[in-house]
């Protein structure tokens, strides 16, 4: 499965992006899909996933009631809907794909591809 992750710019505090993972090669609805993001000097940290039928999803914390992932099985798209941006967004946006369990959704380590990652920066 190869990934490729669109969406990212700069934005003020308080506006809106969307994040977008295009999925091709295996069948798509076969995998979790999360997103992750990485700031400078700080480790990978999950943001959402989504469950292979879109069913379930798990949020961080930090973006609950402010982000939200969905995916489109038949177009083999995986999208974040970010609203309310922080400057504390600020990062490099990954998604990922995978089989983890839905309480495994953060573990980077069970992911078994990745896109390349799209900037996103939140002006104050």
């Known amino acids: 499965v190869q990934l490729q992750a669109s969406g990212g710019g700069l934005v003020q505090a308080g506006g809106s992006l969307r994040l977008s993972c295009a999925a091709s090669g295996r069948t798509v609805r076969d995998y979790v899909f999360s997103w992750f993001r990485q700031a400078p000097g700080k480790e990978r940290d999950f943001v959402a996933g989504i469950a292979r039928q879109g069913g379930s999803t798990r949020y961080a914390d930090s973006v609950k009631g402010r982000f939200t992932i969905s995916r489109d099985n038949l177009k083999n798209t995986v999208l974040l809907q970010m609203n309310g941006l922080k400057p504390e967004d600020t990062a490099v946006y990954y998604c990922?794909?995978?089989?983890?369990?839905?309480?495994?959704?953060?573990?980077?380590?069970?992911?078994?591809?990745w896109g390349q990652g799209t900037l996103v920066t939140v002006s104050s």
């Open positions: 990922a794909a995978g089989r983890p369990a839905l309480s495994a959704y953060d573990q980077t380590d069970i992911y078994y591809y």
